[in-house]
């Protein structure tokens, strides 16, 4: 459906539950120019953004906010076997249920990120929960990669560490490994059950 609410058909090349992202064909679609794509990577904590969806049922609506945070480790995709974790865009532009799949943009237009989910504080109207003013988007730089693993392949692909980490072993000294997987690239790297992570690269990991 466009802006117009004319109605098309498309196919479905291909999905991601885990990012839930799809790659639609719509042939019928001549006229639309497709939106810019900005760079993740060139975000700075407190640009403007603007973030467009559906939220409630309310369609087409736009909230204006600014970017919160970078990096933002948050799990996505509804079902234990679809739970991947992404390095979030955080928000505070409002993003509430129907926000999610709706692009976030900066003031220039560009799309930066891909609305996915928010942080609640509790029920609201219908027993859904509202924005707080913690909203999250996929990096769109995330969503060009899966989009191209998705044109190429049909399916997209995720990576993978093979170690569980004891998130209540919240120290602020490093991450401490609880289980690595037989076999797992984090067995191949050398990690052992009962490591602590204080390091990765030139990143000091605190927790």
């Known amino acids: 459906v466009d802006h117009k609410g004319r ?15 799809a790659v639609l064909d719509v042939p019928e679609v001549k006229e639309l120019e497709p939106a810019s ?10 640009e403007g953004v603007v973030a467009i969806g559906s939220p409630l049922g309310l369609s087409s609506t736009v909230t204006s906010g600014i970017v919160s945070a970078l990096q933002r480790p948050v ?10 974790y992404i390095n979030a865009v955080q928000t505070d532009a409002a993003i509430n249920p129907g926000n999610s799949g709706g692009p976030l943009v900066n003031l220039v ?12 504080a509790g029920g609201g109207e219908g027993g859904e929960a509202g924005s707080i003013g913690v ?8 969503v060009k990669v899966t989009a191209a693993q998705i044109l190429k392949t049909g399916k997209a692909t995720y990576p993978i560490v093979g170690a569980s980490v004891d998130v209540q ?23 052992k059950d009962g490591d602590r ?3 990765v690269g030139d990143v000091t990991v605190t927790d």
Do not use: M
């Not at 799990?75 to 991947?84: A, I, K, L, N, V």
């Open 109 to 120: 237009g560009q799309v930066i990120g891909v609305n996915s989910a928010i942080a609640t």
């Open 7 to 21: 109605r098309y058909k498309a196919d479905v090349v291909g999905r991601s539950a885990v990012y839930d992202l």
């Open 197 to 199: 992570v204080t390091k």
């Open 135 to 142: 909203g999250f988007a996929i990096p769109i730089d995330q």
């Open 75 to 84: 799990s996505t995709g509804q079902t234990e076997d679809d739970t991947s």
């Open 169 to 191: 072993a919240a120290d602020h000294n490093g991450a401490l490994i609880s289980v690595v997987d037989a076999g797992s690239p984090a067995a191949a790297g050398g990690l």
């Open 37 to 46: 794509l900005g760079s993740t990577s060139r975000l700075r904590i407190g």
